[in-house]
């Protein structure tokens, strides 16, 4: 199971953090998707810490015990969205955490 | 650029069966590097990953689906389909296809997703 914060609320241009908590979930590589209002998901962050093409420097991932964090500097409006954390436990089972709300106020 | 459209019926009654297909534009589900996936959204809700086509191996699905579940290859190599059996309301979602990156295991294309409502 991972375990997410169901909102954060940032300040535009400040940096936001999202956590995903998981049984030794830094054993394991962890995939962060934005989902805005009325789309398919999108492919933000792989294995850990490598940016999907096309998506700015802005977002970066990390992943150490049992949490990953995706961090966004920076943001803007346009990030405002409901991120998900994902992996892959030892039994081949796909999860996703619970995704949070990022609020840009 | 690679598309993903998913298609089938928006409508199912309880106890029916859930088909649907995805259709993939430039590229064929044949190839080495990918998986081929069905994940699914409940109003409101978050994401649950249903299953994955290996077109040269086995497929995996999530245990909590897998005795309704069958995911396969379609007659043409751009295709690939969904069947879910035995359905009830808690069925009713956003239904996505997705590439599946067989080294890193993450989602990179999505479709636009189909929503599938089960009701008599």
């Known amino acids: 199971e991972l375990t997410q914060p169901p909102s954060v609320s940032v300040s535009p241009g400040q940096t936001a953090g999202i956590s995903c908590s998981g049984d030794?979930?830094?054993?394991?590589?962890v995939s962060w998707y934005q989902q805005r209002t009325g789309q398919s998901p999108l492919l933000v962050i792989y294995?850990?810490?490598f940016r999907a093409p096309g998506i700015p420097e802005r977002f970066s991932g990390s992943n150490s015990g049992n949490t990953a964090t995706l961090t966004i500097r920076e943001t803007q409006a346009v990030d405002e969205a409901v991120y998900y954390c994902?992996?892959?436990?030892?039994?081949?089972?796909?999860?996703f955490g619970g995704g949070t709300k990022l609020t840009v106020l | 650029q690679l598309l993903l459209q998913e298609s089938g019926p928006g409508l199912v009654k309880p106890s029916g069966t859930l088909s649907l297909t995805c259709t993939v534009s430039?590229?064929?589900?044949?190839?080495?590097?990918?998986?081929w996936a069905w994940i699914r959204q409940p109003p409101g809700k978050g994401l649950e990953w249903i299953g994955s086509?290996?077109?040269?191996?086995?497929?995996f699905y999530n245990p909590s689906l897998k005795s309704r579940v069958t995911i396969s290859a379609g007659t043409s190599k751009s295709q690939f389909s969904l069947r879910l059996n035995s359905v009830t309301a808690a069925d009713t979602a956003m239904y996505f296809c997705?590439?599946?990156?067989?080294?890193?295991?993450?989602?990179?294309?999505w479709g636009q997703g189909t929503l599938v409502t089960v009701s008599s």
């Open positions: 294995k850990d810490n």
């Open positions: 030794t979930l830094g054993s394991r590589f």
């Open positions: 994902q992996a892959w436990d030892s039994a081949s089972l796909g999860l």
């Open positions: 997705a590439r599946q990156n067989i080294a890193t295991r993450d989602f990179d294309f």
């Open positions: 430039d590229d064929s589900i044949t190839t080495n590097s990918h998986y």
């Open positions: 086509l290996s077109y040269r191996g086995s497929n």
